[in-house]
């Protein structure tokens, strides 16, 4: 454990569990008096630790703290915002406080012990001018035992009256307003994939390309997802379909069992994937929760990692893994309209989704045949990068959100109806 003092009223506490760090802000001299939930009124101490972090980057270059702790500073510099703290409420993982309606400071309350990518990507965004993201100003990071240093804390720019993707999306769909946003999605997420894969003074070589061993290791990490999930399903079985207690249409074990031999057989394509394919920095929790549309546009936030995240994933990925993500999020758009029009819109829902889902993807190759990086996204690894999502889904639903399991299970027929078709290789394009 280490606790490192931010002010008078406020310290942050690191406490190892297994496999994972756990941070927490703890009012000083009242141990175990922490600051969670929002709305706490000890919710003063995260205020509290949130302003100390902006004004020690206001002030200072890279500070050594004690511990282990460092803030580092980068992006632009940044300004005293205005008084006034508050905490974002809505649904979130982490806790995060709005300073003076110009800055957000994240606070992390879990680090996996691993090599964290999350400043290296945000240094990129800002080297190579990325502009679809809140400005980043700094962090405060804890090196652990194991040498790694870990991120506690994040500072970005606040977005007013920034709305996320599940209630932006799901208002388009609904109003029939904004019908390209699938395409717009689709044009971003090649934007961002791009800047992460630009060289820069940062990261002279952005582009890797791993082989068979590696893509062995992807498939049996699959496989093996799948077989934990069909042992684990049913504790789906019983959980209302979203917030309101609604009636799910399915019985998720049983869709499951329906739909096992082929998902097993669609992950089995990444045994056919021949020589190498390309890994970068990637977002790697990328649904469209995480884009904000907002008076200034789009903007692609929560850089920091999955709550699924692999202990054994590597800092670079390939980018058809937030690809797949993102599109089995459009059609999970789909699903909530559905949901609450009482089940009555499946039918058109699963024909939105191809729809929806063809144009994201028209859209992001475009995008990469026009700045000349196809080598972006190999598209043999979409189909069963698409399927290992849903396993991943799925998980999520059974460990953190029961309710949202539906939104995967209606998804499953219309996706593996209807998954991405790599074009030919070339000895087989007609001359
Ligand atoms: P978590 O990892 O806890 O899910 P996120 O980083 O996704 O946290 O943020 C949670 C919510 O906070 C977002 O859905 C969004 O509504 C709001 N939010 C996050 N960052 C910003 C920002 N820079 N500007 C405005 N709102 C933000
Ligand atoms: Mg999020």
Not at 101 to 110: A, F, G, I, M, S
Not at 215 to 225: E, G, L
Not at 369 to 381: F, G, Q, S, T
């Amino acid at each position: 454990m280490a606790e490192l003092t931010l002010t008078s009223e406020a310290s942050l506490v690191v406490i190892a569990e297994p496999n994972v760090w756990r941070l927490e802000l703890r009012a000083a001299h009242s141990p175990g008096a922490t600051v969670e939930p929002p709305g706490d009124p000890t919710a003063d101490v995260g205020a509290g630790a949130s302003r100390w972090l902006v004004e020690q980057l206001i002030d200072g270059q890279e500070t050594l703290l004690p511990l282990g702790f460092q803030l580092h500073r980068f992006g632009p510099a940044a300004t005293s915002p205005p008084p006034g703290e508050r905490p974002i409420t809505s649904d979130q993982t982490n806790r995060s406080v709005v300073i003076g309606e110009q800055l957000v400071v994240k606070w992390l309350h879990r680090v996996d012990d691993v090599e964290n990518p999350v400043l290296r990507t945000l240094r990129q965004l800002a080297e190579v001018g990325f502009d679809a993201v809140p400005t980043s100003f700094g962090a405060l990071t804890w090196q652990a035992p194991s040498a790694r240093e870990l991120p506690c804390a994040l500072v970005t720019g606040f977005l007013p009256d920034a709305v996320d993707g599940w209630q932006w999306c799901v208002e388009a769909l609904e109003s029939g307003q904004r019908p390209r946003f699938a395409a717009e999605l689709g044009l971003l997420s090649a934007k961002l994939h791009v800047a992460l894969g630009t060289p820069s003074a940062l990261l002279p070589l952005p582009m890797l390309a791993v082989g068979a061993a590696q893509i062995r290791t992807w498939h049996s990490q699959a496989r093996q997802r799948l077989d934990d999930l069909a042992e684990q399903i049913s504790a789906l079985d019983d959980a209302p379909a979203g917030r309101f207690g609604a009636q799910p249409r399915q019985v998720p074990s049983a869709s499951l069992a329906g739909y096992r031999e082929q998902m097993e057989s669609v992950i089995d394509r990444l045994l056919d994937v021949r020589g190498r394919t390309p890994v970068q920095l990637i977002h790697g929790d990328l649904h469209v929760g995480q884009v904000l549309s907002w008076p200034g546009g789009l903007s692609v936030i929560d850089f920091d990692g999955s709550p699924v995240r692999e202990v054994t994933a590597t800092e670079r990925q390939p980018a058809a893994r937030d690809v797949a993500q993102l599109l089995l999020s459009i059609d999970q758009v789909g699903r909530i309209v559905d949901r609450r029009s009482g089940f009555t819109r499946t039918a058109e829902m699963n024909a939105w989704s191809t729809v929806a889902r063809a144009e994201f993807l028209a859209a992001y190759r475009t995008e990469l045949a026009r700045v000349e990086r196809p080598d972006v996204l190999d598209p043999r690894l979409l189909a069963p990068f698409l399927v290992d999502q849903i396993a991943r889904d799925l998980l999520y639903a059974i460990h953190f959100l029961p309710r949202w399991g539906y939104a995967t299970i209606d998804a499953l027929e219309t996706i593996l109806n209807d998954l991405p078709v790599p074009p030919p290789p070339p000895e087989q394009i007609p001359t």
